[in-house]
């Protein structure tokens, strides 16, 4: 059957289309764009004072499963994307067991079929138990469907792994995704080394924990000529390190959180693990520098890192809580909200960060609504205004740092392969939970 998207306004800069466009999708692909389009008998989503943009790709996303289903499965964190606009999602490693076989990166796949409503890009552990000493057999992961590496809540402190990590990737050509934390810096910090952590009398992370570790990925990156990604980035001296590499031609990629693009340690009042997070919120001068690493290109993506927790977890002593709050499901609101309405950012920039460049850091054939691309696409109202409420989220996480924010942009409908899956800000396929 083919679909017409038709009165929207397309964003898509693979084209450098921002303008008011139809869309006409058959059999998963995009077969034409144009201004009014005939239907043809097709069928027809009204997209009138709405934004038309290629399906939002998540570079880091913690879906829980494979033995973690009590803080999130992949049904929930699915229907969380979708309902964030978000039709692709890199699944990070640090489950149970590991992501560090091709067995369970094909269970994932095939788990993920079966739900059927996102495209799941997993993440394989660099090394074997997120342990940081022995490589696993990245070759074959990627043969049974890995795309990327990342030991992700576990930094590699051998910096001979990362360097052999890195030297790998030339052969994979998938990116090996860094969190950069040295943590005998960090040690048992739980808050940003600043004033607000002094005045709670929190334990602080200084921003150097993170950035000895970005200089150092750096330099075994440039050595090495491999592939490396930096994930969530949260320092403005950070930013100023990847800006610079990249000028020397380093093969290196970063994201932003749309927590630390918008959120300062300040917001962290009182003893909230709804602010808990690592990397820590920082400075308000690191988020001004994320800003600017944004609109320049330095930072390639926003990503999530959507981090699901239950809800006894997150309630225990700040000390005790862990690390990361929820985020897919509100992406969007926080980042035109608080950027593009307020004029930090332009659509088309913050479009780009959450289609084509995620796409360009994976090397895969999505972000982009060319003719003969897949048929994935995100629409929203950028006016429509929600409050944040975590009691009507997808995602079995409730602890979002946004709770009762009024936010505008909203997603309304979302197609996956070709297939309306939310319509109206419904699912087509049920309601599972």
């Known amino acids: 059957m083919k679909l017409l998207i038709k009165g929207g306004h397309l964003v898509d800069p693979s084209q450098g289309i921002d303008e008011p466009t139809d869309l006409l999708m058959e059999g998963g692909r995009v077969i034409a764009l144009g201004k009014n389009l005939k239907t043809n008998g097709a069928h027809v989503i009204e997209a009138k004072g709405k934004v038309v943009a290629p399906g939002f790709i998540d570079l880091h996303v913690h879906l829980r499963t494979p033995g973690q289903e009590h803080k999130e499965n992949l049904t929930t964190g699915s229907q969380a994307a979708i309902q964030g606009g978000f039709t692709t999602v890199c699944s990070m490693a640090n489950t149970d067991p590991v992501v560090d076989t091709g067995t369970v990166v094909e269970f994932l796949k095939a788990a993920n079929a079966k739900v059927g409503l996102v495209n799941l890009l997993p993440f394989a552990a660099v090394t074997v138990g997120l342990q940081g000493e022995t490589l696993t057999e990245m070759g074959e992961l990627k043969e049974r469907g890995a795309a990327g590496f990342s030991d992700d809540g576990a930094p590699i402190m051998n910096a001979g792994v990362m360097r052999r990590a890195l030297e790998y990737t ?37 921003s150097e924990s993170e950035t000895v570790m970005i200089a150092r990925d750096l330099l075994l990156a440039e050595a ?42 300040e917001a962290m009042g009182t003893y909230d693990a709804r602010f808990k997070m690592n990397p820590p919120l920082r400075a308000e001068r690191d988020v001004k520098a994320l800003r600017e690493g944004l609109r320049d290109g330095t930072i390639d993506a926003v990503a999530t890192d959507h981090a699901p927790h239950s809800r006894a977890e997150k309630e225990a002593e700040l000390s005790q809580a862990p690390f990361g709050v929820v985020g897919l499901e509100t992406a969007l609101g926080v980042l035109m909200t608080e950027l593009v309405h307020q004029k930090h950012l332009k659509l088309s920039t913050l479009i780009a960060a959450m289609t084509l460049r995620p796409a360009l850091v994976l090397g895969i054939d999505r972000g982009k609504l060319t003719v003969g691309s897949p048929a994935d696409v995100t629409v929203f109202d950028p006016l429509r205004e929600w ?18 924010w009024r936010l505008r942009s909203k997603v309304t409908d979302v197609v996956v392969s070709g297939r309306v899956v939310y319509r109206d800000e419904q699912f087509m396929n049920g309601e599972k939970r």
């Open 170 to 206: 030339k052969i994979t050509q998938l990116p090996v995704v860094a969190h950069c934390e040295d943590t005998h810096l960090s040690a048992n910090g739980v808050a940003h080394e600043g004033q607000a952590a002094a005045r709670l009398g929190l334990a602080g992370i200084p």
């Open 224 to 265: 090495t000529g491999g592939r490396l990604h930096v994930a969530h980035v949260s320092t403005e001296r950070g930013v100023e390190l990847i800006r610079a590499a990249k000028a020397r031609g380093v093969l290196v990629t970063a994201e932003a959180t749309p927590h630390h693009l918008t959120l300062t340690d």
């Open 387 to 404: 409050t944040v409420d975590p009691s009507a989220f997808r995602s079995k996480g409730a602890h979002s740092p946004f709770a009762g």
